[in-house]
């Protein structure tokens, strides 16, 4: 792997990762605030 | 009216909308994109148009199915209806409506060769078995012949099938939300499993010619060149429209669930990118880096020239695993599995907007409603089985699954910017969100979106042959003409490159026949639902009379 595949495959997995963990976990969050009712 | 129906848990609504995303394209489609444009120069275009075009219009469908919902609709033709004064909106809804039933018919058998595949990779078959001369008997492709019957692949698309049918008659909560938590988390186990083994792979292990790193480069090495093409650009904002499975009618159908204080900004925004993370993590780092590691770098590029890993993922993958030893059928079982639970979870997408169709607008039982569902998807996707061979599969997949998506998304996010307007519009994003939604986005929403799919819609209406636009604008200057590509939508109407009539020399039905029988065959689905619509409405007119 030439260093600017690492380093774009590096970028781009982190914005990835850190959005996609900080939705999910938002949806996680916002259920549990509704005390753990997940009800829809 | 039907009993209102909800959905069970916000993650499973959460998982159900991501496994709506995440269809074989995650894992054929992408990789073979970004490495033939670009590699890592496309992740910049891709990413743009996903933030530019893919979450505005991600928002735009969730915001329009929330909306029609509390009217009582969950298919496209009411919301639409419910967005503005005038009558023919619920028209603009038909095609949410054609494109799931279309693609429904071709996706569906697509589908079950994953299902087939499954079977065949645990029995062993492909331990002996060349797999590209398997796939053509599979699908029954004759030389010479334009028709097939292939009765195992019939029966396997029957299975499949009758399990959709199955799952949507269960309802919303039982059934398509059940699949979603079931089939989303262990495609990514088995991805995740299959991605660790293939980068794994070391040059001493049995097969290995190369190191999977090459191919991981392959996909992610930047060509700086490819910024500046109009194709690679193209190819991202289409790889970014068909992965989100926007335009289509089910975004909005299964966010018609939601109560009207419900956030949608936050629960879009997280389907979004959880399909991004299946796509460019795990799509990205498991066919072509195992491809290459047991095939070399050069016959990988050969591949997946056209811009699909299909070829390597169906008929080379198989006997690759071969080199696993006693894994190999586990890895071929988990390989196919994960595709069969990426296309089960759309395909449910696909049938829930045509099951509410009938259960809203003529008050038809679920049970009945899937039946029907599971009718209309096994007679059109006959079609496709038994004129394989003739090019069916391969229309159906050009006009719906390509064509009516992008026409769909652009006259949506008009309607939605400028009839149902803004104001109201981003009131329905942003009532009841969990997350602030950036204020640029109603600018985005109301120009930038819209031009963008414009410019997709345009540039594949009239792509030049081989993608070369300088040349082609060379050529209209000269007083030349345009040279229509093939693949454009200008070359498909009008067969470019191909001078055959509807019969050949012999009088036999020629794959240009195949072709504008297939196109009438739409076309005239298109216009019965049309008329479904029409019909369903003036009962509703005479009822309120």
Redesign the interface.
């Known amino acids: ?2 260093w ?3 380093l ?2 590096g970028v ?2 982190t ?3 850190y ?2 963990g900080r ?2 976990l ?3 969050r ?2 549990e605030e509704s005390e753990g009712n ?3 | 009216m039907a009993a209102r129906e ?9 998982l159900a909308m991501a496994g709506n995303a995440v269809g074989l394209g995650n894992f054929l489609r992408f990789p073979a994109q970004a490495a033939q444009n670009g ?2 120069a496309f ?1 910049l275009p891709y ?1 743009i148009s996903f933030v530019l075009m893919g979450i505005p219009l991600l928002w735009v469908e969730w915001a329009i199915g929330r909306h029609g919902g509390q009217f009582g609709h969950h298919s496209t033709p009411g919301m639409f209806d419910r967005m503005g004064r005038y009558a023919w909106l619920k028209y603009v809804g038909v095609f949410g409506l054609f494109t799931n039933l279309t693609v429904a018919a071709y996706y569906t058998y697509l589908e079950s060769w994953t299902l087939a595949y499954v079977w065949y990779s645990l029995k062993g078959t492909f331990r002996t078995a060349d797999p590209a001369a398997f796939f053509g008997s599979y699908l029954g492709v004759t030389r010479d012949s334009m028709f097939a019957l292939p009765t195992v692949a019939l029966g396997f698309f029957v299975v499949t099938l009758a399990l959709n049918v199955y799952i949507l008659s269960r309802g919303l909560a039982r059934g398509v939300e059940l699949a979603a938590k079931i089939g989303l988390p262990m495609l990514i186990v088995f991805a995740a499993v299959l991605v660790v083994r293939g980068l794994t792979l070391g040059i001493g292990d049995p097969g290995v010619m190369e190191s999977p ?2 191919g ?2 392959f996909v ?3 060509d700086p060149s490819g910024l500046l093409k109009p194709t690679t650009w193209m190819a991202a904002a289409g790889q970014i429209f068909f992965t989100l499975s926007v335009g289509m009618g089910s975004i909005h159908c299964y966010a018609s ?2 109560r009207q204080k ?2 949608i900004a ?2 879009a ?2 389907a979004g ?2 399909n ?2 299946v796509e ?2 795990l799509g990205g780092s498991l066919l072509i880096p195992i491809a290459t590691a047991y095939l070399g770098l050069q016959a990988v590029q050969a591949a997946t020239m056209g811009g699909s890993g299909f070829a390597l993922g169906f008929l080379t993958l198989p006997t690759l695993f071969n080199n696993w030893g006693a894994l190999a059928p586990a890895a071929g079982a988990m390989w196919f599995g994960l595709l069969f639970m990426a296309g089960i979870t759309s395909s449910l997408a696909m049938g829930q907007p045509i099951l509410a169709f009938f259960e809203d607008e003529y008050r038809m039982s679920r049970i009945r409603a899937a039946v029907l569902f599971g009718g209309a998807t096994f007679a059109l996707g006959f079609l496709c089985v038994w004129l394989y061979p003739g090019g069916a599969f391969d229309e159906f997949d050009f006009w719906t699954g390509t064509f009516s998506l992008v026409v769909f998304g652009l006259l949506e996010v008009i309607a939605f910017g400028w009839i149902f307007g803004m104001e109201r519009g981003w009131a329905e994003i942003t009532r009841g969100a ?2 602030a939604v950036p204020r640029f986005f109603r600018f985005v929403i109301r120009y930038v979106t819209p031009l963008f799919i414009l410019v997709v819609f345009v540039g594949a209406f009239i792509q030049p042959t081989g993608g070369h636009w300088g040349a082609a604008l060379w050529s209209l200057f000269q007083g030349e003409g345009w040279p229509f590509g093939p693949d454009s939508v200008m070359g498909r109407l009008f067969h470019v490159g191909s001078a055959e009539g509807w019969l050949d020399a012999n009088g036999r039905v020629t794959r240009t026949a195949i072709q504008d029988g297939t196109r009438t065959v739409l076309l005239l689905v298109f216009l019965g639902i049309a008329w479904l619509v029409h019909l369903a409405w003036r009962r509703k007119a005479r009822e309120a009379a």
């Open positions: 792997m030439t600017s595949a690492w774009l495959l781009t997995w914005i990835i990762a959005f996609t939705f999910f938002g949806v996680l916002a259920t997940d009800e829809y | 909800r959905w069970g848990t916000r993650v499973g609504l959460v590699g890592g992740l990413l790193l090459t991981l480069n992610w090495h930047p669930y939601l419900q956030d936050l629960n925004a997280s990118w959880l991004e993370f460019v993590i969990d997350i």
